[in-house]
């Protein structure tokens, strides 16, 4: 937690909820960080949104995207891949993604352009 106090959150207990565990912790530290909300009522308001997520979207499979904006990452991996001397292993592992994804990103780029 960052400057606010934490208060215990009972954590979902079933395989699969880690996702929802996280989201009540960090909704709970920005509550009270960002908007000086009591602990408590922080912790509460952090269970019930990620209880209302459990109902509405569980079950369902979930994709969240690592990145906001892929087009800046994909035109700095296509510039990189460009350079002499880059090693293609490298330039996934630096951007966290796996070579099928770099190769799939240069050969859109290539078409595109």
């Not at 979930?62 to 892929?70: A, D, E, L, Q, V």
Request: charged share 30%; hydrophobic share 30%.
């Amino acid at each position: 937690m960052s400057t606010g106090d934490k208060c215990p959150i009972p954590h979902h207990k079933d395989k699969g909820d880690d996702a929802l565990n996280d989201l009540a912790e960090y909704a709970q530290v920005l509550l009270q960080d960002s908007l000086n909300i009591d602990t408590e009522l922080a912790a509460k308001i952090a269970l019930e949104l990620a209880e209302k997520i459990r109902l509405d979207w569980g079950g369902q499979y979930i994709y969240f995207k690592k990145h906001t904006s892929n087009e800046t990452r994909d035109g700095e991996i296509f510039s990189k891949f460009n350079e002499p001397g880059t090693d293609s292993f490298e330039l996934a592992k630096e951007h966290n993604i796996t070579i099928q994804r770099l190769y799939q990103i240069i050969k859109k780029y290539k078409s595109d352009n």
